[in-house]
């Protein structure tokens, strides 16, 4: 009998194996299955977005211009080199791009990886290794871009002041977000903006007041990358960059470059002094009465901005350094920022103030009140002299503003009582910031109850008044302090018979979607115009003959037809005592078109050293305009 045969068929560990080999495949096949129908969407996004990269693009600064629209701070063309660390995430990739910029432009790698440390990575923001780099090198490096996984060489912008040191202060100037602390501000004041590290914002001047008309919008460009980060193709450049927009100023730059280099001198002692070579220390204003357009804002000695320009070499950071030590302050703006005692310019107000009280009021004073001058006046045991003790016998009010005769405005002053004198100067303007859009305006003293009252450390003598203060008050001396813009808004007010206009430094605002205008901004205070035709009276011999500023306009610019005040005022006590010296002026009288203050920390005369300025000032201004 035949036996049947085992009927073939798998035992022992090959049917373990067929188990193992079936699941495996089951579970193969459930996992396609979730990876390509149940999460089907959710891959193909992270595919998609593996595939993209991000990359910032930087708009370029708005520009500064002049009233003619010649650009006073713009920007150039700049090349730098910069690692992305959203495209080399890994530690092979960051070295490969570490070693192109070394090869490049030769920089160490450790300075390169220390440029890369973890608080300067803004995701998807380059960071920038190198700035202003040769067109050599960046041709280099963009040749190895496409190779080198996050190698990023950019095109960008650095910030050009066009005329050096002529209106520094009132410019401005730009740098590097300067602390986190600013860049906290600067996010949570306009968070649309998307500020970063990297970013070159305002620092001081029209810069920092206008950062974010003038820093634009960032954009970005989506691109394609293969599995080596490598670029391969732009997927969307909808996103482009808005440039910033253009700020346009009052500022004339050829009258700015007149004003300044008339005011800063040739290094010569002044009015024959020796000891000194210095280049003068002030601050000189030009505007138009008409509407307050400030034509020249000048304070010397000035800075050339573009030492804080991005990037800043070695040299650049130690001029900084110095800058910022120098007892001269050359980044400090005397003309809106400084506080001075006006002296002798100020006897108009006390004028005005006299001659504006009531017809009964037998404090008024009128073109006929007489004061006799001996050259000095006595108040108890206290003595004031006259403009250099000259004895000016019986005069009257045009021609005390004509000789500056202080006893006159010492007993004027007296009669009149501080309190319209003071009243005045309020309405002036004096002792509150102009509103001129410039950081750090100062808003002067004027003495009125409510500051003899601050916790103003300068306020506490002055918290019980005694008559000697009004003395020193009725020829502008401490605690009254005024800013040169002040002046200049003041002697405005009076060539436009009380219009009084707001100083204006910028006009519009050019945006790539709409212009804002500025209008001019105008208040009147009331005086009578008897008042102001006697004080521009005695304003207009003040340049006549025997007038304290004859030896400036006489004979050969008469025909200008000048109206100014001298003004000397001293500051410091004892050996340190100096004279601070102001010339004020408008012109023509009859229908004036420029007003102009002139201020010298340390002069001989108001009629010696700053009017002679303002008197080659005024030639230049008029014979441009009979061209």
């Not at 390509?36 to 990269?53: E, F, G, P």
């Amino acid at each position: 009998m035949i036996e049947p045969r085992p009927r073939p068929g798998l035992t022992g560990r090959p049917r373990v194996l067929l188990a193992i080999t079936v699941i495996a495949f089951a579970v193969l096949v459930l996992r396609l299955w979730s990876l390509q129908v149940v999460h089907a969407d959710r891959y193909r996004d992270l595919a998609l977005v593996n595939r993209k990269r991000v990359i910032i693009l930087r708009p370029a600064r708005g520009r500064l211009l002049d009233r003619a629209g010649r650009p006073l701070a713009d920007n150039r063309a700049r090349l730098d080199a910069c690692i992305d660390k959203s495209i080399a995430k890994t530690e092979a990739s960051v070295s490969r791009a570490v070693a192109a910029i070394h090869d490049v432009l030769g920089m160490p790698e450790e300075e390169i990886r220390a440029r890369l440390s973890p608080e300067r990575v803004i995701p998807h923001v380059p960071v920038v290794i190198a700035r202003d780099i040769s067109f050599e090198e960046y041709a280099k490096l963009k040749v190895l871009e496409p190779l080198t996984p996050g190698l990023a060489p950019i095109t960008t912008f650095t910030r050009r002041c066009r005329h050096g040191d002529l209106a520094a202060q009132t410019l401005g100037y730009a740098g590097l977000v300067p602390s986190r602390e600013a860049l906290a501000e600067l996010r949570s004041k306009w968070p649309l903006t998307e500020y970063d590290a990297d970013d070159v914002v305002g620092l001081a001047g029209l810069e920092l007041a206008f950062e974010h008309d003038l820093q634009g919008r960032k954009g970005k460009l989506v691109i394609e990358v293969d599995n080596l980060s490598r670029r391969r193709r732009v997927l969307d450049n909808a996103s482009l960059p808005v440039a910033g927009a253009d700020v346009c100023t009052t500022l004339d730059i050829e009258l700015q470059e007149l004003a300044h280099r008339l005011l800063e001198g040739d290094g010569r002692a002044p009015d024959g002094q020796e000891g000194t070579t210095d280049l003068r220390r002030g601050a000189f204003v030009a505007m138009d009465p008409r509407n307050g357009d400030v034509l020249a804002l000048v304070s010397t000695p000035s800075f050339d901005p573009s030492v804080f320009a991005i990037p800043r070499p070695a040299e650049a950071v130690a001029e900084i350094q110095r800058l910022n030590k120098d007892p001269l302050r050359p980044l400090w703006n005397r003309a809106i920022s400084d506080q001075y005692p006006l002296g002798s310019a100020f006897k108009v107000v006390v004028a005005l103030a006299g001659l504006n009280l009531p017809a009964n009021d037998e404090r008024r004073l009128t073109g006929e009140t007489l004061f006799e001058c001996p050259g000095t006046f006595h108040l108890g045991r206290a003595e004031w002299e006259c403009y250099h003790r000259r004895a000016h016998g019986m005069i009257n009010l045009v021609t005390a503003i004509k000789k500056s005769c202080n006893v006159f405005f010492y007993k004027a002053g007296r009669q009149i009582g501080p309190e319209a004198i003071i009243a005045l100067a309020d309405a002036f303007g004096l002792g509150k910031p102009t509103g001129l859009p410039l950081p750090n305006e100062q808003p002067g003293v004027n003495p009125t109850d409510k500051w003899c009252r601050s916790d103003d450390w300068r306020a506490r003598q002055y918290r019980t008044w005694v008559p000697g203060y009004t003395i020193n008050l009725s020829i502008g001396q401490f605690p009254l302090e005024v800013t040169p813009i002040q002046v200049a808004q003041i002697y405005a007010t009076i060539a436009m018979d009380g219009a009084q206009f707001k100083p204006r430094l910028v006009t519009r605002i050019v945006r790539p979607d709409g212009v804002e205008e500025f209008a001019p901004e105008s208040r009147r205070i009331e005086l009578s115009p008897e008042s102001l035709a006697l004080v521009k009276e005695g304003l207009r011999e003040v340049t006549r003959k025997d007038g304290t500023a004859a030896g400036a306009f006489m004979p050969h610019l008469d025909h200008l037809n000048v109206a100014g005040k001298t003004s000397t005022a001293q500051v410091g006590e004892g050996e340190n005592e100096k004279n601070l010296v102001w010339f004020v002026a408008f012109a023509p009288v009859e229908a004036p078109e420029i007003v102009v203050v002139v201020m010298v920390e340390e002069g001989k005369t108001g009629g010696s050293t700053a009017a002679p300025i303002a008197a080659a000032f005024l030639e230049g201004y008029f014979a441009r305009a009979d061209q």
